[in-house]
């Protein structure tokens, strides 16, 4: 059974900084990554999405990157802001596109 | 409309009532989710729909919970005689876009409480 850990599960960090939120996994067998966005009392936005295939997708100020071999993945952050703050959630998926889900990392981004 | 959608945003019930929540994937969309997200179990799947049949609806909890999607578009996820342990936000998702078909966009939920 897939199991999807997110390390740390609270982080708060001074505005500006760089970090690194960590996504582990037990199967290598998927078929993509997510990140995802949640704020409070709100949906989950789509941040990044990486193919099994492939290593690491860039949006912006956000870099994923996927070892598929050893079921990790990391998201980096650059120059962080206040308007960061949000929890960060991992998923994975398998042929029928369910999502897994981390139990996320809740980032705090002090000005 | 431009995203997925869902309603009611938030429904209160009492226990061993029934409730029914809808959700409008985005226009065009082949594929739908349901998840749901308490807080001891965090965001679990519950059931996927392609086009207006069900091929995993391993997710559910339990025969009181069941959902449909009529005309490859508007499902309904109904909760029969419900529990408080039923407490929680129910999402769901839809993909199968054009552009994009792999990511997964979400709508806003609805809170569900059972006193």
């Known amino acids: 059974k897939q199991e999807v850990t997110q390390i740390p599960a609270a982080l708060s960090v001074p505005e500006g900084e760089n970090l690194v939120l960590n996504c582990s996994f037990t199967d290598s067998a998927i078929y993509n990554l997510q990140w995802f966005r949640q704020d409070p009392g709100k949906g989950l936005t789509s941040l990044l999405l990486?193919?099994?295939?492939?290593r690491e997708q860039t949006s912006g100020r956000l870099n994923a990157s996927l070892d598929k071999s050893s079921g990790r993945s990391t998201l980096y952050i650059a120059a962080s802001q206040p308007g960061d703050s949000a929890t960060y959630l991992c998923?994975?998926?398998?042929?029928?596109?369910?999502?897994?889900f981390g139990s996320g990392t809740r980032l705090l981004v002090r000005p | 409309g431009a995203g997925v959608s869902q309603s009611p945003s938030n429904k209160v019930t009492e226990k061993g009532k029934d409730v029914e929540l809808r959700c409008d994937p985005i226009?065009?969309?082949?594929?739908l989710y349901w998840y749901r997200q308490s807080l001891g179990q965090g965001l679990e799947f519950l059931i996927y729909?392609?086009?207006?049949?069900?091929?995993?609806k391993s997710g559910l909890p339990s025969d009181r919970f069941s959902a449909e999607r009529t005309g490859g578009s508007v499902s309904t996820l109904t909760i029969q005689r419900t529990q408080q342990e039923d407490s929680a936000v129910y999402l769901c998702?839809?993909?199968?876009?054009?552009?994009?078909?792999?990511?997964?966009?979400f709508g806003p939920g609805t809170r569900l409480t059972v006193l």
């Open positions: 990486i193919q099994s295939s492939q």
């Open positions: 998702a839809s993909r199968g876009g054009t552009a994009d078909t792999d990511t997964q966009y």
């Open positions: 998923a994975v998926t398998d042929s029928s596109y369910k999502l897994i």
């Open positions: 729909f392609q086009g207006n049949s069900a091929p995993d």
């Open positions: 226009s065009g969309h082949t594929a």
